[in-house]
């Protein structure tokens, strides 16, 4: 049990673990403000999305679909489609905060992204004996949270600055983002775990393109993701 000091602390660890993090965020929220209010939506429409939704990619279809009128149910269904892979991402990290209040893990699960945890799991990698500590989560979580709000309401209120954010390739900061979290990852696995890797990564993407030609792209990379994973998992126990 941690006193309020090392609570604190290992917050403020978890806001520091969070700033490379974070300048991915800002350019993209920016990116998603743009898009946002080039899409006829208010500023304040763009910010309450983000408050309420906080996912850059489904943020940017809601925004799409608004514009031409889409059905409710429609939206809700799409978005839903999109941010299916939370759950696997939500399975991966509970077991470390399952001694916690059911109120504390529904926070740390409403604020979890696909950056925050690639963040913990690099932070995993260092200590793998260790279960993560919930306040450096919380730390990690608020910290990208508050970020990815704020470039958000910013680059709606400057869209008819940046008419085209592509110009200054604030659409490949996730990627590259994505990118680095992957290099830190893949410098502190063990070689069996690396094989393991590789073989979900190339699992994934053999089923993934054979369910394409039957089924939608998202559809396909959720079940493709699924089955990798499982496959990854099964030859790392090996």
Same mark, same amino acid.
């Given at each position: 049990?941690?006193?309020?000091?090392?609570?604190?602390?290992?917050?403020?660890?978890?806001?520091?673990?969070?700033?490379?993090?974070?300048?991915?965020?800002?350019?993209?929220?920016?990116?998603?403000?743009?898009?946002?209010?080039?899409?006829?939506?208010?500023?304040?429409?763009?910010?309450?999305?983000?408050?309420?939704?906080?996912?850059? !990619?489904?943020?940017?279809?809601?925004?799409?679909?608004?514009?031409?009128?889409?059905?409710?149910?429609?939206?809700?269904?799409?978005?839903?489609?999109?941010?299916?892979?939370?759950?696997?991402?939500?399975?991966?990290?509970?077991?470390?905060?399952?001694?916690?209040?059911?109120?504390?893990?529904?926070?740390?699960?409403?604020?979890?992204?696909?950056?925050?945890?690639?963040?913990?799991?690099?932070?995993?990698?260092?200590?793998?004996?260790?279960?993560?500590?919930?306040?450096?989560?919380?730390?990690?979580?608020?910290?990208?949270? !508050?970020?990815?709000?704020?470039?958000?309401?910013?680059?709606?209120?400057?869209?008819?600055?940046?008419?085209?954010?592509?110009?200054?390739?604030?659409?490949?900061?996730?990627?590259?983002?994505?990118?680095?979290?992957?290099?830190?990852?893949?410098?502190?696995? !063990?070689?069996? #775990?690396?094989?393991?890797?590789?073989? #979900?990564?190339?699992?994934?993407?053999?089923?993934?393109?054979?369910?394409?030609?039957f089924l939608p792209a998202s559809v396909a990379?959720?079940?493709?993701? @699924?089955?990798? #994973?499982? @496959?990854?998992?099964?030859?790392?126990?090996?």
């Open positions: 049990m941690q006193n309020s000091g090392e609570q604190t602390n290992a917050f403020i660890m978890g806001a520091k673990d969070c700033l490379p993090t974070l300048l991915g965020y800002i350019s993209i929220g920016l990116a998603c403000g743009v898009i946002g209010t080039a899409s006829s939506l208010t500023v304040w429409q763009v910010t309450v999305l983000a408050l309420l939704v906080y996912a850059g !990619s489904a943020q940017m279809v809601m925004a799409g679909l608004l514009m031409v009128h889409t059905p409710f149910l429609v939206i809700v269904f799409t978005v839903a489609i999109i941010n299916l892979r939370m759950l696997l991402l939500s399975m991966t990290i509970a077991p470390h905060f399952k001694t916690e209040s059911l109120g504390q893990r529904l926070l740390l699960g409403m604020l979890l992204t696909d950056e925050s945890f690639g963040v913990a799991m690099v932070q995993q990698a260092k200590k793998p004996r260790q279960l993560l500590n919930p306040s450096w989560m919380m730390g990690l979580n608020v910290t990208a949270y !508050s970020g990815w709000c704020l470039a958000c309401f910013v680059g709606a209120y400057l869209g008819d600055l940046l008419p085209n954010p592509t110009v200054l390739g604030l659409d490949f900061a996730l990627v590259a983002m994505f990118i680095a979290l992957l290099v830190l990852q893949l410098e502190l696995v !063990s070689l069996p #775990a690396l094989r393991a890797y590789l073989i #979900a990564l190339a699992s994934a993407v053999v089923l993934m393109l054979l369910l394409l030609v990379l959720l079940l493709g993701t @699924i089955t990798g #994973a499982i @496959i990854g998992g099964g030859c790392e126990k090996c």
